[in-house]
């Protein structure tokens, strides 16, 4: 392998071994991986970094398929060859977590870690996903999402980042809709440990809300949609016109739910915001400046249309 190494190229475990690479790299680890679009987002921004910073110069972001079960010696390879930073997809931000230093107390809250830091007393873990919804949210709609009630839907890893976001946003109230509801159990618990924890429903998806308001906001945090056969996983008829729809789904653009929406009249956006804004506290832990979540936004926007 020659030392400028191609940042849109898949990298394995097996070009990990012999990575001869001497300038500062960094890493998105998962499985599938092949079209993330978090390597040109990533060097995007750290191109306009580097025209303040020189510093930044030769630092590269990569991708790696990693299998789950190479992860834990994976990631003392990455370590030993000095990966800076790394992030982690699916499936790998669950397993993670479990094996590295706490970076931040929601790490614990969610049980999962998106964003490594390499220390000297190993990698640190943080959860930028957290940060990636809200900011997302409030800049998309215009809105503060501590004004609103919020219906979430999903109880998987994403769904739980979002609980804990909209618990320590301090939302007016929260609603956890999903497909099997004794796994909203879990998630409650979680809210639960807050210092202080909104008001607390639960439902199945198919079941009527407990309640509606006019200043609702739904974000869809099940998978619902990433196929576009997939039925909607809500139905926003009972819905007021007011209410903001959030698809955490970037890929299709537009999911079912979010054109459901539209046809009601109602303000939608979907996940590319989430992915550029927890991208952009990624590179800040790992630079200590302030990239531009903008361009890392029309970066991932790129790297879609051209997927
Ligand atoms: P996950 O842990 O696998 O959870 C999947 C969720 O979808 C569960 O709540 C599951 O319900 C539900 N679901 C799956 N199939 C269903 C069906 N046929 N009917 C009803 N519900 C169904 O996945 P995740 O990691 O939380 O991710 C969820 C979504 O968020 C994915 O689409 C992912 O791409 C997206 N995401 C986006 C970003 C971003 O930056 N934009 C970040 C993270 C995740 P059950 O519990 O009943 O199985």
Redesign the pocket.
């Known amino acids: 392998m020659k030392n400028d190494l191609p940042s849109d190229a898949l990298y394995t475990l097996e070009d990990l071994e012999k990575w001869p690479r001497e300038g500062t790299s960094l890493a998105v680890l998962g499985h599938p991986v092949k079209h993330s679009l978090s390597p040109p987002m990533h060097n995007a921004a750290l191109a306009e970094l580097n025209r303040d910073h020189p510093e930044f110069s030769d630092w590269t972001y990569y991708k790696f398929d990693i299998q789950p079960e190479e992860l834990k010696s994976a990631l003392g390879k990455f370590y030993r060859k000095g990966f800076k930073g790394l992030n982690l997809t699916?499936p790998h931000k669950i397993l993670a977590a479990q094996w590295v230093n706490i970076g931040e107390a929601e790490v614990e809250l969610t049980e999962a870690c998106n964003t490594l830091l390499w220390t000297e007393n190993g990698y640190q873990g943080y959860n930028t996903?957290l940060y990636?919804l809200t900011s997302a949210i409030e800049d998309e709609f215009k809105i503060q999402l501590q004004d609103r009630d919020v219906l979430l839907l999903?109880?998987?890893?994403?769904?739980r980042a979002a609980a804990v976001a909209c618990g320590q946003t301090g939302v007016r109230s929260l609603t956890l809709a999903?497909?099997?509801v004794s796994?909203l159990d879990a998630i409650r618990g979680v809210l639960e440990k807050l210092e202080s924890c909104p008001p607390v429903d639960t439902c199945a998806?198919d079941q009527p809300l407990p309640s509606v308001s006019e200043r609702m906001i739904v974000i869809n945090?099940?998978?619902?949609?990433?196929d576009p056969d997939?039925p909607t996983?809500a139905d926003l008829r009972k819905l007021p016109a007011s209410t903001l729809v959030f698809d955490?789904?970037?890929n299709p653009a537009r999911t079912k739910l979010l054109k459901e929406a539209e046809s009601l009249g109602m303000q939608v956006a979907n996940?590319?915001g989430?992915?550029a804004y927890?991208g952009e506290r990624s590179l800040k832990i790992w630079t200590q400046k302030n990239p531009s979540a903008k361009t890392m936004f029309a970066a991932a926007q790129a790297g879609l249309q051209s997927t």
């Open positions: 699916v996903d990636g999903g109880a998987g890893g994403a769904a999903n497909r099997t796994k998806l945090a099940t998978s619902l949609g990433l997939d996983p955490m789904i970037y996940g590319l989430m992915l927890q």
